[in-house]
């Protein structure tokens, strides 16, 4: 069936009032901020407290724009008798953003978590040798540098914690082998202890339980008596404490 | 002395809304054609969603320099923007705005040809500053005005001779006094001829080949700064709000509202002009613009034989009512 002559004309109609009912796209930008997808590449922070001085960021820099002075620091030994040590220490770090294209190479490069991308923006400037930022500046950045964004939901664990929750259940594991040999331990001698107690005390049998609670806690006597197999102590038996004696 | 101050007080009035409806309208066009372009508009100009934006586009056109090309006709190149103004100032005199005499700048007996003869003048502004501007962009706009002159007003003179049919009068406040609710259905066509030959006499988008910015820089206007090119745009704001008008009263009723004399008569004109006026802009985004030859064939193979079956239509109606 053709078109009724029109419906195209009906149809531009329909399509600008519908978009007049819509919200607009404009972004009033100088008034409201933009919202930023996370991991924009705004400009480079520096984290001079991680920098070693390395010089890997400025030697994979594609167009040379990083700039870095040190000199080298001689730190006394330690301990007396011991080794004076060298250090660096960072004079100048600069990044010149009028060469910079902003690939991230430096920040993949860094070993040491020394450079991140800021989504800050805004720092146009009149002169083009104006953009060459110097430490402080690219420091102070480092105040905008967002949390990394969570993970997806069961997206596999990040390298670092699982590397340290592997130390840390290891840890764990030692510490209670540990605790619980010194419990066994404890809870031999307790027996050995309530046993010669008893056999000192053998004359007045007629009352056990006034012997019991100073000398056996309930946990050396509990097991003694109902959960025999629970119990590690066998050793702690009153029988073989008796044979013992 | 009383009948002066009456005459001073309705000039006073009419004058107030010529200036201050065409800036309505220009507003309105910046709002609505921004949102229906997903856009904001102006937000700035008086703070409140730049609601004072023509305003600063006076003061702005008022600053500039008031440049008359070296090879210009002067006078007439200096006279072209009243031409063009002024006939809508006049032409607003004359449309009752509702019920009895009170509601009217002036009455005129002969009012339709009063109106559809003075607007037609209106379009001699652009002429003329076509002609005078002695620049070929500016020469070809004035000829496109022309053609486009010719082909239209002829429509538009049918559809309203199809009302002054039906009324029996050619007054404004005789045909609304005469009007009923069914002239609506039964002069439809009519209606929509009028309205679209009146957007094209008023050179307003899809109909405006003469200015086309993007292939003749604004035809007739080309060579106009300042003052006097604001005084073209306030023109063809004015022709909207008074083409409006003007279809409000022919066919859609002017004052009558949908439950009979409520006292409201104004409310109910300006209310029609407003929605009109938003067709205009409606149109004006939704379109792109025709070809000149399309331009042509639209009027004289599409328009003119539907006025004159509208007046055929409306001849039959009349003999067979009575």
Redesign the interface.
């Known amino acids: 069936m053709p078109p009724i002559p029109g419906s195209g004309l009906a149809k531009g109609l329909a399509v600008t009032l519908r978009t007049m009912t819509k919200k607009t796209v404009t972004a009033q930008y100088p008034d409201v901020q933009p919202e930023l997808p996370p991991r924009s590449r705004g400009v480079i922070a520096l984290f001079e407290e991680n920098c070693t001085v390395c010089m890997l960021c400025a030697r994979e820099c594609p167009d040379w724009c990083i700039y870095i002075d040190s000199h080298k620091e001689t730190v006394p030994a330690a301990a007396p008798g011991g080794r004076e040590r060298s250090r660096n220490v960072l004079d100048r770090f600069a990044i010149d953003f009028s060469l910079c294209m902003y690939c991230g190479i430096c920040i993949e490069v860094c070993p040491f978590d020394a450079l991140f991308w800021s989504p800050e923006f805004e720092y146009a400037e009149t002169d083009i040798l104006d953009l060459t930022h110097e430490r402080d500046k690219l420091r102070d950045w480092m105040w905008t540098v967002p949390e990394p964004p969570a993970l997806d939901p069961h997206a596999e664990e990040p390298k670092e914690i699982a590397a340290a929750r592997k130390t840390a259940d290891k840890l764990r594991a030692q510490q209670e082998q540990q605790a619980q040999e010194a419990q066994q331990a404890q809870e031999a001698q307790q027996a050995q202890e309530a046993a010669a107690e008893a056999d000192a005390a053998k004359p007045d049998a007629a009352k056990p339980d006034a012997a019991k609670p100073d000398a056996a806690k309930p946990d050396a006597a509990k097991p003694d008596a109902a959960k025999p197999d629970a119990a590690k102590p066998d050793a702690a038996k009153p029988d073989a404490g008796e044979g013992d004696a | 002395m009383n009948d002066a101050l009456d005459v001073a007080l309705r000039i006073v009035i009419v004058f107030a809304v010529f200036m201050v409806l065409p800036l309505v309208v220009g507003q309105t066009e910046h709002k609505?054609m921004?949102?229906?372009?997903?856009?904001?508009g102006p937000?700035y100009a008086g703070g409140f969603h730049g609601w004072a934006q023509l305003v600063a586009d006076g003061v702005k056109f008022a600053q500039k320099e008031d440049i008359v090309p070296a090879g210009a006709d002067r006078k007439v190149f200096r006279l072209a923007p009243a031409v063009a103004l002024l006939p809508y100032l006049l032409v607003l005199v004359a449309i009752p705005i509702g019920p009895g005499e009170g509601a009217v700048g002036q009455v005129v007996d002969a009012g339709i040809f009063f109106v559809l003869a003075v607007m037609g003048v209106g379009v001699l502004g652009s002429l003329m500053a076509g002609w005078a501007s002695a620049n070929k962009f500016s020469l070809l706009g004035g000829l496109r005005t022309a053609a486009q002159l010719l082909a239209y007003e002829l429509p538009m003179l049918l559809a309203a001779a199809s009302v002054a049919m039906a009324a029996g009068t050619v007054s404004l406040p005789g045909i609304l006094d005469a009007f009923e609710w069914w002239w609506l259905p039964w002069q439809i066509i009519g209606a929509l001829v009028f309205f679209v030959a009146g957007l094209a006499e008023l050179q307003r988008p899809p109909f405006d080949m003469p200015v086309a910015d993007s292939e003749i820089i604004f035809g007739a206007y080309t060579e106009y700064t300042g003052l006097r090119f604001a005084l073209f745009l306030l023109a063809e704001y004015a022709g909207i709000v008074v083409l409006c008008g003007l279809t409000t009263v022919l066919f859609l009723g002017g004052w009558h509202g949908p439950l009979g004399a409520d006292g409201l008569g104004w409310v109910w004109t300006l209310l029609k002009t407003g929605i009109l006026a938003f067709v205009v802009i409606?149109?004006r985004?939704?379109?792109p613009r025709l070809r000149e030859d399309q331009l042509q064939k639209l009027a004289w193979t599409t328009l003119i034989p539907l006025a004159l079956a509208q007046i055929a239509l409306t001849g039959i109606v009349k003999v067979a009512i009575n």
């Open positions: 609505v921004a949102h229906m372009q997903g856009r904001l937000m409606w149109l985004v939704s379109y």
